[in-house]
C-alpha cells in the first residue's frame, strides 16, 4: 500500500561568485570577501529550498513563479520569494516535516554561521529549529565550486498531509 500521507521534494542551486556582492545564505549576511551573482539576491538556500518545497506540492517550481525575466524580483531578498511560497503552500493540503540542506563551498567556512541560518530558516518557515539541519561541504578544490568560482545548495524537504478539520 502507497502512504499518500508523505512527499519528499529536492531543490538545486548554484550560482557563481561576484566581488562587489554580499554573500546571503538562508537570509544571513555572511562575511566574505564576494557575493553571489544573480537577478536576485542569489542566496542559494532559499532558493533550493523553495524549488525543495514545490516539488514535493507539486507547485511551480522557483523560476516559474519568480521568473529572472521579471524586473519586480531584480535585487530581491529571496526571503519574500520564500514568504509567497509558503502563502502558496498554506493553500495545499501539506505542511513542513523538515529541511536538510546542504551548502557546497569552497570558502568560507559555514561552522561559525549555522545557528543563525538554522534559526532564520526555521523563522521564514513557521517551524521549529531542530527540524532544520544545515550541513557544509567543500568541493576539495575540485571544479567551479572547488575553485571559488561558484556556491551550490541541495535541499531536501519532507512534506506530510494536514489533518482534516
Known amino acids: 500500500m502507497i502512504n499518500d500521507n508523505l512527499r519528499i521534494g529536492i531543490g538545486y542551486d548554484l550560482h557563481r561568485t561576484q566581488a562587489g556582492r554580499d554573500l ?3 537570509n544571513v549576511k555572511i562575511p566574505h570577501t564576494v557575493g553571489l551573482a ?8 532559499l532558493h533550493a529550498l523553495i524549488d525543495a518545497i514545490t516539488g514535493a506540492a507539486g507547485l511551480p517550481d ?10 519586480r524580483f ?11 511560497t509558503m502563502q502558496e503552500l498554506r493553500q495545499t493540503p501539506w505542511a513542513i516535516v523538515n529541511v536538510d540542506v546542504v551548502v557546497i563551498a569552497q570558502t568560507p567556512k559555514l561552522s ?11 523563522d521564514l518557515l513557521e517551524i521549529e529549529v531542530g527540524r ?7 568541493n576539495e578544490h ?17 512534506l506530510a498531509r494536514r489533518a482534516a478539520g
Open 24 to 26: 546571503v545564505l538562508a
Open 38 to 45: 544573480g537577478h536576485s539576491d542569489a542566496d542559494v538556500v
Open 62 to 71: 522557483v523560476g516559474e513563479m519568480f521568473p529572472n525575466t521579471d524586473a
Open 74 to 84: 531584480a535585487g530581491i531578498d529571496s526571503a519574500h520569494l520564500l514568504s509567497a
Open 112 to 122: 561559525p554561521h549555522k545557528a543563525a541560518m538554522k534559526q532564520r530558516l526555521a
Open 132 to 138: 532544520v539541519n544545515i550541513k557544509g561541504k567543500t
Open 142 to 158: 575540485v571544479d567551479a565550486i572547488g575553485e571559488n568560482r561558484a556556491v551550490g545548495c541541495h535541499c531536501v524537504v519532507l
